[in-house]
């Protein structure tokens, strides 16, 4: 009865069709372009491939300080204690604890 009115739903159809093509091309720029922001940000936004030492394991005598006795018990190294050791006082608090290196992640 009408001829032409199939065809122009069939073209009205695929017309719509890249649409969601385009959308979908979008997102993926978006997605690419964010992958590879966090990947430039990676190696300046903290190192992942370690954990800060748990300060809990170091204080055992929970006393509030690590010290050297404490830290050498955790197998940190000498030099690293005394590097750590801003103050000088023979031992660390929690400030100068928390920007020991990192321990390997398991
Ligand atoms: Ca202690
Ligand atoms: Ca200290």
Redesign the pocket.
């Known amino acids: 009865m009408h001829p032409f009115s199939r065809s122009t739903l069939e073209s009205r159809g695929r017309g719509n069709a890249s649409a969601p093509l385009r959308r979908r091309l979008a997102w993926a720029a978006a997605a690419l372009i964010a992958c590879a922001a966090a990947q430039a940000q990676a190696p300046t936004d903290g190192p992942e491939d370690g954990v800060p030492p748990p300060w809990e394991l170091y204080d055992t005598d929970k006393d509030g300080?690590v010290s050297a006795e404490e830290a050498e018990a955790q197998k940190m190294p000498a030099s690293v204690f005394r590097s750590?050791?801003?103050?000088?006082?023979?031992?660390?608090?929690r400030e100068?604890f928390s920007v020991a290196p990192l321990l390997p992640a398991e």
């Open positions: 300080y750590l050791d801003m103050d000088r006082d023979g031992r660390l608090n100068e």
